[in-house]
């Protein structure tokens, strides 16, 4: 089931707030001694962003899509 471009912006916006919102809030609650606890949470967030596009997002974006 191929997905149109609306469904790409809804996952790549969902993606960016786990990167760089979420990510650093969660590193900050956890109070992770570093010298820049925000950096941490957005490699975090950036990394499962990753693993989430790797196992799901990809096939959910392009599935069916001859043209990519």
């Given at each position: 089931?191929?997905?149109?471009?609306?469904?790409f912006?809804?996952?790549?916006?969902?993606?960016?707030?786990?990167?760089?919102f979420?990510?650093?809030?969660?590193?900050?609650?956890?109070?992770?001694?570093?010298?820049?606890?925000?950096?941490?949470?957005?490699?975090?967030?950036?990394?499962?962003?990753?693993?989430?596009?790797?196992?799901?997002?990809?096939?959910?974006?392009?599935?069916?899509?001859?043209?990519?």
């Amino acid at each position: 089931m191929a997905f149109d471009d609306k469904t790409f912006y809804q996952i790549a916006l969902f993606y960016s707030l786990l990167t760089f919102f979420i990510g650093p809030k969660v590193a900050k609650m956890l109070k992770i001694n570093s010298n820049d606890p925000c950096m941490i949470g957005m490699i975090v967030g950036f990394l499962i962003s990753m693993i989430l596009w790797n196992k799901f997002g990809y096939n959910m974006v392009y599935s069916g899509k001859s043209n990519y």
